[in-house]
């Protein structure tokens, strides 16, 4: 049985890491639920990686948060991978078990969906085309996360299109691939656009994409939330459009690592909104 006394130790671990906001998230609550707790940062090195997942259970720490660039290098490390994670090839969560075994999860489609249904209640996936321009790890988990939701066609769009096609191959006959040439034109009739590049993101350029051809009912969303508004954002609120960014997948892809971690699912509350709005 486990000692209710124990002080709980979790973190999270990247390179860089310092500009995360999830100590704010995690250390909220829990003060708010009163537990024997406390979350950091964990700066690791990407030659440091095994090394830093291997101490996890000899420090007894409950487990971390895991991000970039160490989401995929820290999977072969688990002693079990979640059927989620093994889909999406890449974790963002590791759970030390009581017997320091080592569970790995992803909680970013999760988080995505959830957080287009914050703003959203009566969101479907199935509702008409969603555009989606990028193929990296966070593009992989928003496109399983939106099958699984019931998407029945994704236009994916990708400078490289061989990773465009890569990732078509989870379910061609949802996912269909377009040149990068034709995204102003893959916006005709679309139920939602989603950015899942860097592009728009302090220090870099904006995403080029012309949103002349999408119907003024569609939901733009955008991963990215450094800056909080976008010019993606910015253009799709210009245009009457209810636009998302990725402030609330953060968030709630927090929810189920904080309740395996500490026991606990916790609530993403006004003042938790507050705390994090404080820092941009």
Not at 139 to 164: F, M
Not at 195 to 221: C, I, K
Request: net charge neutral; proline share 6%.
């Amino acid at each position: 049985m486990a000692d209710s006394n124990r002080f709980k130790l979790a973190g999270v671990m990247g390179m860089p890491i310092f500009q995360s906001r999830s100590p704010i998230i995690h250390n909220h609550w829990i003060a708010v639920h009163g537990i024997k707790a406390a979350y950091g940062h964990f700066p690791v090195q990407i030659h440091q990686v095994e090394a830093a997942v291997r101490g996890l259970a000899a420090l007894g720490l409950a487990g971390c948060n895991i991000t970039l660039p160490h989401k995929v290098k820290a999977m072969p490390l688990m002693d079990h991978l979640t059927p989620m994670a093994q889909r999406v090839g890449a974790i963002n969560c590791i759970v030390v078990q009581d017997d320091g075994s080592l569970h790995g999860h992803n909680n970013d489609g999760y988080g995505y969906v959830q957080s287009i249904k914050d703003d959203k209640p009566d969101w479907r996936a199935d509702a008409g085309p969603i555009t989606l321009l990028g193929a990296g790890g966070a593009a992989r988990a928003v496109i399983i996360a939106l099958i699984d939701a019931g998407a029945l066609e994704i236009r994916l769009l990708n400078r490289s299109r061989d990773k465009a096609e890569q990732l078509a191959a989870l379910n061609p006959q949802v996912v269909k691939v377009h040149d990068w040439s034709e995204r102003h034109a893959a916006l005709a009739g679309a139920a939602m656009v989603i950015n899942t590049t860097n592009q728009g993101m302090y220090d870099q350029p904006p995403l080029d994409l012309m949103l002349d051809e999408l119907p003024r009912t569609a939901l733009v969303s955008d991963l990215i939330y450094v800056p909080l508004e976008t010019p993606l954002i910015k253009a799709a609120k210009a245009r009457g459009h209810l636009a998302v960014n990725g402030l609330g997948m953060l968030l709630n892809q927090a929810v189920p690592a904080f309740e395996a971690w500490f026991g606990v699912k916790p609530v993403i509350d006004a003042a938790l909104r507050q705390k994090i709005l404080a820092t941009f």
